[in-house]
Antibody, heavy 120, light 110 residues
Framework: EVQLLESGGGLVQPGGSLRLSCAAS????????MRWVRQAPGKGPEWVSS????????YYADSVKGRFTISRDNSQNTLYLQINSLRDEDTAVYYC?????????????WGQGTLVTVSS | QSALTQPASVSGSPGQSITISCTGT?????????VSWYQQHPGKAPKLMIF???NRPSGAPNRFSGSKSDNTASLTISGLQTEDEADYYC??????????FGTGTKVSVL
C-alpha cells in the first residue's frame, strides 16, 4: 500500500523558512516523479513543484520559483521542500503526491498534508 | 498560468446526471490528453476520479466518466448519490512539465 506522510509544517513569520518532508513507502520511490501541491484555505489545489526520480530535473510554479527548492533522498525514501522568504500567500496545506505509474501526469496518491501558516 | 475555469456550483437530485465543465486553452486542456479530475470532501486530501481525460482508476465508481472537446473537458456523474456531494477539481498538464488546476465546483445533492 502506498503511503505518503508529510511533516514539518507550522507557524512561521513572513520572511521565514521551513523545510517540509514527505516519507514514502509501499512503492519503488526512486522510479517515480514526486510532486508538491498546496491548497490555501478555501481555495483549490495549486501545483508547486516536481522532481524526477533521480533528482536531476526539477520544475517550479512561477509563484514559488527562486524561493522554494525541491529535493529527494532516495536512500531514505524521502521528499523535501525547502521554503524560504515566506509570504502571507504561502499559507496553505502542503501535500506530496505521486502518479499512478512512472509516466503518469496526474496525482493518484496523496499524503494527508501538512499545514504551513505564515503570520506575524 | 491561469487556473482552468469551472462553474462554481452544480446540483442535482439523487439518481440524476450532472456534468461539470473545465475550460482552458490550447496550451493546457486543448493541447494534451492529460486532464484529470479530483473529488475532495471537507478536511480530506483530493481523490483521483478520472485521469488522462476518460480513464477511471481502480476504486472510482463507474458512474464517473470524463470527456474532452477542444479546450473544454467535462466530468459526468451518472446516477448521482448523496456521497458524491463534494468539491471537484480538474487539472491539466501543460508545457514545460507544469500543471494547472481548475477553480473548483461544489456539487450539491438535493
Amino acid at each position: 500500500e502506498v503511503q505518503l506522510l508529510e511533516s514539518g509544517g507550522g507557524l512561521v513569520q513572513p520572511g521565514g523558512s521551513l523545510r517540509l518532508s514527505c516519507a514514502a513507502s509501499g512503492f519503488t520511490f526512486s522510479t517515480y516523479v514526486m510532486r508538491w501541491v498546496r491548497q490555501a484555505p478555501g481555495k483549490g489545489p495549486e501545483w508547486v513543484s516536481s522532481i524526477s526520480g533521480r533528482g536531476g530535473s526539477t520544475y517550479y510554479a512561477d509563484s514559488v520559483k527562486g524561493r522554494f527548492t525541491i529535493s529527494r533522498d532516495n536512500s531514505q525514501n524521502t521528499l523535501y521542500l525547502q521554503i524560504n522568504s515566506l509570504r502571507d500567500e504561502d499559507t496553505a496545506v502542503y501535500y506530496c503526491a505521486k502518479g499512478g505509474d512512472t509516466a503518469a501526469r496526474y496525482f493518484q496518491h496523496w499524503g494527508q498534508g501538512t499545514l504551513v501558516t505564515v503570520s506575524s | 498560468q491561469s487556473a482552468l475555469t469551472q462553474p462554481a456550483s452544480v446540483s442535482g437530485s439523487p439518481g440524476q446526471s450532472i456534468t461539470i465543465s473545465c475550460t482552458g486553452t490550447s496550451s493546457d486542456v486543448g493541447g494534451y490528453t492529460h486532464v484529470s479530475w479530483y473529488q475532495q470532501h471537507p478536511g480530506k486530501a483530493p481523490k483521483l476520479m478520472i485521469f488522462d481525460v476518460s480513464n477511471r482508476p481502480s476504486g472510482a465508481p463507474n458512474r464517473f466518466s470524463g470527456s474532452k472537446s477542444d479546450n473544454t473537458a467535462s466530468l459526468t456523474i451518472s446516477g448521482l448519490q448523496t456521497e458524491d456531494e463534494a468539491d471537484y477539481y480538474c487539472s491539466s498538464y501543460t508545457s514545460s512539465n507544469t500543471y494547472v488546476f481548475g477553480t473548483g465546483t461544489k456539487v450539491s445533492v438535493l
